[in-house]
């Protein structure tokens, strides 16, 4: 007979009298194992608390309101547009991150009569390198499902009613969010640095050229000045690879966090 005091809290036994799998028990060995050191369990209980305080102040949803069991518009297509969207920006990323092993952001000639280095890594992808078509085309469409989800996301917002309270704030956040996905789009348009990216920018410095007070300084801020070079697209290159990911993500994560604290907004 055992003189050591009995553990209230013995998980481990707990588990070997249960009937679980491999995946199941790793998974609740780890939860514990930072629970003992991080108390992990008190911070998901407070943020429990939390969400169920902040529910208990928004108004009832369609569903409790009467009491409906079939929430079949949370799998309609255009209730499925934000994580789509979110989809397309993680492939997006991963794919980016990839192609950025092999590009350099630079304007230099690759050699006597070439095209310049950063269009030559483009080629280079896109012609010699396996799977460098694939990846860039997986990069470019995963852009363009991206546009064109935000967008889709942002009009079902609006026409059901989504972005009324308590929910304007998320609303807003949506807002900044197509306009960084946009700035993504145009920053990555002229990283090939061809002909139709050195006009594109050239088409952006008139246009931060034509803001009041501001166009002379929002040019030299972030085209490098009134004309293009190789400060244009090293600015392009920090801003689509260091800057926008990092704020995009972030701001991604407090969207979500307001959508599953908020819940969704279902049609009335």
Known sequence: MSLKEKDEHDHLGWMEGKQLSAIERGYLFTLIWLDKRFRVVDYLEILESLYYRVNLQMPKSHTEQYNLDNKFWYW??????????????????????????????????????????????????????QFGFMLRSIHRWAAQVMTAAVFLHMLRVYFTGAYKEPRELNWLLGIVLISLTMGFGYTGYLLPWDQLAYWAGQIGVEMALSVPLIGEWAAQLVFGGFSLGPPTLQRMYI??????????TTLIAIHIGIVWMQGIAEPH
Not at 77 to 94: D, K
Not at 240 to 248: A, I, R, S, T, Y
């Open 239 to 248: 801003i689509h690879v260091f800057l926008l990911p990092f704020v995009v």
């Open 76 to 129: 309609y297509p255009l209730y499925a547009l934000g994580s789509f969207s979110t989809i397309a920006y993680v492939v997006a990323a991963l794919s980016g991150a990839l192609l950025g092993f092999y590009y350099t952001p630079a304007v230099g000639a690759a050699g006597p009569g070439e095209a310049t280095i950063a269009y030559s890594q483009i080629a280079f992808i896109m012609q010699d390198l």
